[in-house]
């Protein structure tokens, strides 16, 4: 089977601008779920789709958004783009409670 | 409130010398556990989980990990380091499957050199 696959796997964008990033889960994984990582809070729970349902929310604000499609891709989306927001953005697809992660895409914020 | 510590931010060792990182939860009930590896610019490889039973539990490349209920620990282990060990590893707790909650909580990660 295929791994989770993300893109891009960078990108660069400049303050205020929007993103969209992409991931498709693993077939027959339902469950997608988004983190971020960065050098000073390390990897933090953005949100987790299940079935296009938005199952489980971190502590974000309301510019970072996802959505989930019928054949499980999702992506998420972040708005009014921030320095902050320069990280490595992590998705993941889950099975009875074991994650398997995607590359992940390095978005830098300038 | 959940939370993971992982004591020590980084470690190094010589190749061939045993490792062993630390890691203890804060957790409601009694959570699923998982190590992971990340290299430098990479997502994050699982090592191992702990679901239930055997409270010792063996992943990939060598290494085991035991889960400490009385300590709320899951310390990773390998007995000889390889060089290719050099890495980032993480300490996960997540909600056991069916309850309806599919996140995960990091530690903030030991980073492994291994030395010649």
């Known amino acids: 089977k295929a791994g989770v696959t993300q893109t891009p796997r960078y990108l660069i964008k400049t303050r205020g601008q929007q993103v969209t990033l992409s991931c498709s889960p693993i077939s027959g994984h339902r469950s997608v779920s988004w983190y971020q990582q960065t050098p000073g809070q390390g990897l933090q729970f953005l949100f987790e789709y299940f079935s296009e349902t938005q199952r489980n929310k971190g502590n974000f604000p309301g510019r970072f958004s996802g959505r989930q499609f019928s054949n499980s891709r999702s992506e998420m989306n972040v708005s009014t783009l921030e320095l902050g927001d320069s990280a490595l953005y992590l998705c993941?697809?889950?099975?009875?409670?074991?994650?398997?992660f995607g590359p992940g895409t390095r978005l830098t914020v300038l | 409130a959940q939370s993971v510590t992982q004591p020590d931010i980084h470690i190094t060792v010589s190749e061939g010398a045993s490792l062993e990182l630390r890691c203890n939860y804060s957790?409601?009930?009694?959570?699923?556990l998982f190590w992971y590896v990340q290299s430098p610019g990479q997502g994050l490889q699982l090592l191992l989980k702990y679901f239930s039973g055997d409270t010792l539990v063996q992943g990939i490349k060598g290494f085991e990990a035991e889960f400490k209920r009385s300590q709320s620990s899951f310390n990773l282990r390998k007995p000889s380091v390889h060089w290719s060990d050099a890495a980032e590893y993480f300490c996960a707790v997540g909600a056991r499957a069916g309850t309806g909650a599919n996140n995960l909580f990091f530690g903030t990660g030991t980073r492994l050199t291994v030395i010649p």
């Open positions: 957790y409601g009930a009694t959570p699923y």
């Open positions: 993941a697809s889950s099975l009875e409670g074991e994650q398997f």
